[in-house]
């Protein structure tokens, strides 16, 4: 995450459900949208994806429509304050011909160099199938840095998957595909890019391949030391990585994961641990359930825990370490198909508590996608379905709080 600052507690802007271990969420922002119901357009966003803490005490986020659906207009960067005042950064407009030449659809969003966001489109550009963008926090000097292509074989790379702030000054992030080296039925192995802050360039830095280090990479862990780590898939699991910026050096393990019915499962790197481990959760096809591993930084005494569901279908969203030493986590359907927050143990993977506020009528919304811990412990996420909006409106997602 990048930097904080010490800010004041959310004033809560609708009203507070409580649940399941004396936890409650309090839903703070609501994104109203105009009828007719799920259709009409959304001119302050609808659909949140993403949530970060800005060096400055704010939040930014992404929001993926603006216009009517199906089609949804381009989406829109926002920005909240801590006492709850709501504002657009930018909004992703529509050229000629109704094309979005700059990106449409805003995905992952970071705060880069410089104060500068730095963020992911699922569609639009020049080639229509995303961008790289930065711009300021202001929504002043928005930059096209790159744009993404379909092919699983893009020299580029394709499909980006996750961007981190490096400790060398620059962003990096991360493609699904593409580059040099082939994976197969014409995929190639995805990529590590880098992007020079300094003048916006954007270069591959590292082309995965299935020999050595693995395919089709997702997340980036930032370590203690700022470096990066990652998991890869290969046939009988996975492989974690270790990529050091100043360097360029890639130092690789191999991870044996459980194999079921002669089918792998595969294991996905998320969060650094409060013993300094790296921890993620691991899942395969014929896997009955998902379940959270711990390995050292060095790639040594991997730990699989048992599976804390049986249900392969919750679509959890990444592990984050709360302040009272546990992990916390959002499910996009969870146990209920409209999404629940699991609180996990570190030491043995176990179920400790299941949030369930989520519905189609809940102030909370449906279908969460992502939680952060904020300056002073409080976890926030953003929910990309559903809420509460007055007469004449509908809700399309909630930015809501939880005090571990």
């Known amino acids: 995450m990048p930097g904080k600052m010490q800010v004041t507690v959310f004033i809560a802007l609708l009203t507070c459900c409580a649940y399941a271990g004396g936890q409650q969420l309090t839903s703070v922002h609501t994104f109203v949208c105009k009828n007719p119901q799920d259709t009409g357009p959304c001119p302050q966003g609808g659909n949140p994806s993403s949530l970060i803490q800005g060096s400055d005490g704010n939040f930014y986020g992404t929001a993926e429509r603006t216009g009517r659906a199906p089609d949804g207009g381009g989406g829109l960067i926002f920005s909240l304050t801590p006492s709850g005042t709501y504002a657009t950064v930018h909004e992703f407009a529509p050229g000629d011909n109704e094309t979005y030449p700059y990106g449409s659809t805003p995905l992952r969003l970071i705060e880069g160099p410089g104060g500068k966001l730095y963020g992911e489109t699922g569609l639009g550009g020049s080639i229509g199938y995303g961008v790289l963008f930065r711009v300021d926090k202001t929504g002043k000097n928005y930059q096209v840095l790159q744009n993404y292509s379909v092919d699983p074989a893009a020299a580029n790379g394709s499909s980006p998957t996750y961007l981190a702030a490096g400790n060398d000054g620059n962003v990096y992030g991360t493609t699904y595909f593409g580059g040099s080296n082939s994976c197969g039925y014409g995929n190639n192995c995805g990529t590590i890019f880098r992007v020079i802050a300094a003048t916006g360039a954007y270069e591959v830095v590292v082309n995965f391949d299935s020999a050595t ?4 990479p997702t997340n ?22 270790h990529y050091i910026e100043s360097t360029g050096e890639m130092q690789t393990t191999s991870l044996v994961f459980p194999v079921v019915n002669q089918e792998a499962t595969h294991g996905t790197v998320s969060a650094i641990g409060p013993d300094g481990n790296l921890y993620g959760t691991y899942a395969g096809y014929l896997l009955d359930g998902i379940g959270i591993f711990e390995v050292q930084l060095d790639g040594s005494n991997l730990q699989i825990h048992p599976v804390y569901t049986t249900n392969s279908n919750v679509s959890p969203d990444g592990l984050v370490l709360a302040s009272d030493g546990t992990f916390w986590m959002a499910e996009y359907y969870g146990s209920t198909g409209f999404g629940d927050i699991v609180n996990l143990s570190p030491a043995n993977g176990s179920l400790i508590q299941t949030l369930t506020p989520f519905s189609s009528t809940s102030t909370d919304g449906g279908a969460p996608v992502q939680l952060f811990s904020a300056t002073g412990g409080t976890l926030l996420g953003v929910s990309s379905l559903y809420g509460q909006a007055p007469k004449g409106s509908y809700a399309a997602g909630a930015l809501f709080k939880l005090t571990p």
């Not at 280090?213 to 089709?216: D, H, S, V, Y």
């Not at 980036?220 to 990585?241: C, E, H, K, R």
């Open 213 to 216: 280090t693995g395919g089709f």
């Open 220 to 241: 980036l862990v930032v370590g203690p030391d700022g470096t990066f780590y990652g998991t890869t898939i290969v046939a009988n699991g996975s492989i974690l990585f």
